[in-house]
């Protein structure tokens, strides 16, 4: 008798006799899985520990995957079609991830019009959602501000009237007027400092918030006695030190239409990658690869050096240590991490006036901590020159932009399930090739699930600009697995393939481990690319927010 022949019998005996046996070896041995996790044991301290967790129907992390995303389509009065796409997928509760982006067209009146500036940022949180949230509302238009001040006030004069708007919206104070200021945003290298220091200042802010409160507050008799007054019921009180206690990275990406020009500065981890197309003799073409930013981490040659110089010749073992500022922070440049950049007394002050009355406190400084700041905001700005018009009238896009917060490109760990024999790969790295391999393919209309082995010879890449990583990664196997072309947002597109893409099994394991647990498997995500299209002014549609404000 047949296999297929003697199952049936038996699959009813077994059914009818033990449905409940059935039931547990079916749904409990292959709808969950085990993992370690770090919990605190019986003492206290921390140890690991196996959890058995359930395994999520694909229904339910489908709706997960694309909880977040959007996508927009602007038909612009130049011809092009601009299209962006943002997905976020969190591991953190709630996600420390953001995302902000805005279009802002020329004024009519404008000598360099017409055009429009496109701005696109990414936000990676750390130690809470506070600054990537807040940086999500103001960074956009302190950049735009900046940018327009080229034109508008004389340069050294005067404070920016985002600076004083941002003030006036954190504590309240009237904002001062502005000066004029000659043309300059044709200038890369100025509009690359205007940026600089709108990160910079921004920054400033956010960390010289709870101080002004402070002093706002201090009656001469207090300031006599050096005492410390209880501010923890102000209603400034969390809003003012929760932004500057936590931190975030922060990629930001400039289009300047007018002038042709493409700016992307980081201050962080985050990274930016673009595909530029490049026909062939034969016709077939590829995509090279352009790494636009530079892992700002301790692993970076360039970031362990500018630190060391920052600090005395005695911290130069300690300012680094394991790849990390002072053995803790991996960013060395962020927003907020006011324990970084705080003196102790600053601290202790603040935690003092403003923590200990709300039943909470500032984390001590790092033991290695001596002369601070460590870590600054100042970004890396990079320009390049944008081949707008270029295009053979097909409508096909010849560039795309990914921005994505470090949860794409980290090393990725297996989860290790109960019913496995043995041990999967324990990381595996999801490269700048793979990212530009995936987002070509999807703009060439590739569907399915393709072999990760066949991928290249069906989206050929070359190498142009390849950047410095700041993160330790184990190698991966390139030809194991595959890729998932199913999904019609680009965004979450990559994220389903950083995290299993047609591996269905592995995606669903790594999905649904729920949090805090998650957070060593995998990080909180953001994904956002941008990319124009020729000659398909009849097709397109013209987004809600096409237009979201004017210089």
Known sequence: MSLRGSWKPLAALVAVGTPGYLYYRYRVKQESFEIPVRVKGPDGKSEMSTRTFSMLPMKVLEARLNQNASSHVHLRPDGLTWKHTTASLASNDPIEDASANAIVQRDEADPAGPGDFLFFAVMDGHGGFETSQLLSKVIIKAVAAKISALNAE??????????????????GTAPQSASPQTPGDADPQRVSSAIQEAYLELDQELINAPLRILAANLDDEARKKGTIPDLSKHPLALKAMQPAISGSCALLSVFDTAHRNLYVAVAGDSRAVAGVWEPSEDGKGSWRVEVLTEDQTGRNPSELARIRSEHPKEEENDVIREGRVLGGLEPTRAFGDARYKWTRAVQETLNQAFLVGNGT????????????????????????????????????????????????????????????DRIRQANARFSNDDVISLVGGYLSGLKGTVPKSEL??????????????????????????SWAFVDDNVSVHLIRNAYGGGDESTLRRRLSIPAPFSRRYRDDVTVTVVWWENGTQQTATISKDQLKAKL
């Open 361 to 420: 406190s500032m984390r001590k400084p790092p033991a290695l901590f001596k002369t601070p700041p460590y870590v600054t905001a100042r970004p890396v700005v990079t320009h390049r020159k944008l081949a707008l018009s270029e295009g053979d009238g097909s409508g096909k896009p010849n560039y795309f932009l990914v921005m994505a917060t470090d949860g794409l490109w980290d090393e990725l760990r297996f989860v290790v399930c109960a019913w496995l």
């Open 456 to 481: 290249p010879s069906l989206v050929p890449v070359s190498t142009g600009a390849e950047g410095v990583e700041g993160k330790r990664h184990r190698k991966a196997n390139k030809t194991d697995g």
């Open 154 to 171: 004389p340069s050294g004069q005067g404070q920016s009237s985002w600076w004083n708007g941002l003030r006036s919206g954190l504590l």
